[in-house]
């Protein structure tokens, strides 16, 4: 029979516990906390002087104004011991916990796409990070009539006060410089400090995109006339395709958490991983939708040897980006192979392809990876069954491991058709007939 030993930071300094003198009401909040027996042992073993707290504990206490006798949510709490013998505790941030170092219900993590204050506050107790882009705040809110109601905010701040006041402490929040091509390093850093300032240093992200072959100069065809690019995304300089992987090292280095985002095949992560990124991302619909369309033509062509199919391919192709605005009428047999190399490399030609061989890359990747904090979002549901299949990808064998370094991210609304399905609608029927007397 075994027996569990239920360790806490004050049985380990056997009740005697000499705190920092002036940290007493910082320190004694971690006292009843569970530790490992081995930490415990450990503790017991180098006898330490005092206990007290670290720095970086004392302001996060003190920034968030955490009630006394708690700890806040979206911190676990680490244990080391200075040169002067005094064993202090820290709080390192993550989001896998609760207040008071309690595991969220779950390993995999939630987070909602948006920017609107009135369905945040649905989920905010269902999510640990929050993710936005400009087309969230500035198109799905701002701008947008019907979701903020009688105009009442007036710009992005305004939205990311009222969102940080709802999700409180344990939530990161991501959030997309607005112009990753033309402002400078230090327009970056003050685009990022405003951030800072409003959702505080603990919790903010700074999300930066992957550039590719978009640069300051030609990003103007992507906004004028037929806003077609003209060239192919892989011809750009090395400077371009660098530039988002150094603008978030560079954050990184200036001490801020990243989200390095715009990650759609797997080939790409790696590198990223350069960056030391807090979250990488994991497409899923673009991806999917663009090899099932592709694939359809090639298919159609190859049923029936009519280059009408060829054309739509190049079309679709040049409309995707996959072929650049110059390529419209290259060789029809250029197009059918580049978009073959293409499906080849997803797997789509495969009888089993699901369209997820991205995100088990990814998890892969990331267990070789030398950063264990970084976690990996799952994004871009536009499918009723989209999700229902990565979660049952990730109750795989082989992702036991690596389940507690995800995090599920879509739209509140879309969240929600997650949780229910036609038989609740027959119960409810059931059950309310019931209730009011009927049969």
Not at 178 to 192: C, H, R
Request: hydrophobic residues 35%.
């Amino acid at each position: 029979m075994q027996t569990k030993l239920n360790c806490t930071v004050s049985t380990a300094l056997n009740q005697k516990v000499a705190f920092v003198p002036g940290e007493e009401e910082y320190a004694s909040r971690v006292l009843d906390h569970a530790i490992s027996a081995e930490l415990c042992e450990e503790i017991r073993r180098v006898t330490p002087a005092a206990f007290g707290v670290t720095a970086n504990f004392r302001k996060v206490i003190d920034d968030f104004k955490v009630p006394a006798g708690e700890t806040p949510a979206g911190y676990r709490v680490e244990y080391s011991l200075d040169g002067d013998n005094v064993l202090r505790a820290d709080l390192h941030r993550d989001i896998s916990y609760e207040k008071n170092e309690k595991k969220r219900p779950t390993r995999i993590l939630f987070s909602a796409d948006s920017a609107n204050p009135y369905e945040v506050e649905h989920v905010k107790d269902m999510i640990s990070n929050l993710t936005c882009n400009p087309a969230i705040i500035y198109n799905l809110f701002l701008n947008n009539p019907k979701a903020n109601v009688g105009g009442r905010f007036k710009d992005r701040d305004e939205v990311m006060r009222a969102i940080g006041d709802i999700l409180g402490p344990g939530c990161d929040i991501s959030v997309e410089l607005n112009d990753p091509f033309g402002a400078s390093e230090s327009e970056l850093l003050e685009e990022a400090a405003r951030f800072k300032e409003i959702l505080g240093e603990h919790r903010v992200i700074i999300k930066v995109p992957h550039t590719g072959a978009v640069n300051a100069e030609n990003v103007k065809e992507l906004l004028t006339g037929d806003k077609k690019f003209r060239r192919r995304y892989n011809e750009g300089t090395v400077k371009d395709y660098f530039r988002g992987h150094n603008l978030a090292l560079f954050m990184h280095e200036h001490g801020y958490r990243t989200n390095f985002t715009l990650m759609y095949e797997p080939y790409q992560t790696q590198i990223a991983l350069q960056a030391r990124p807090t979250f990488i991302n994991s497409f899923v619909m673009f991806r999917q939708d663009q090899s099932t369309q592709m694939a359809s033509y090639i298919r159609a062509y190859e049923a029936t040897g009519d280059g009408l199919y060829l054309r739509q391919l190049r079309s679709y192709m040049v409309e995707n980006d996959y072929l650049s605005a110059l390529e419209a009428d290259c060789d029809l047999f250029f197009a059918y192979d580049r978009a073959r190399a293409t499906l080849k490399y997803r797997g789509y030609d495969k009888p089993d392809a699901d369209g997820l061989d991205g995100i088990r890359h990814n998890l892969r990747a990331l267990r070789n990876a030398n950063l264990p904090d970084t976690r990996l979002i799952i994004c871009n549901f536009q499918s009723e069954w989209c999700y229902p299949a990565v979660d049952r990808m990730l109750m795989e064998p082989e992702f036991a491991d690596m389940v507690g370094r995800v995090v599920v991210t879509a739209p509140p609304a879309l969240l929600g058709e997650y949780t229910t399905n036609a038989i609740v609608t027959q119960f409810h029927r059931r059950f309310m007939n019931a209730a009011n007397g009927a049969k």
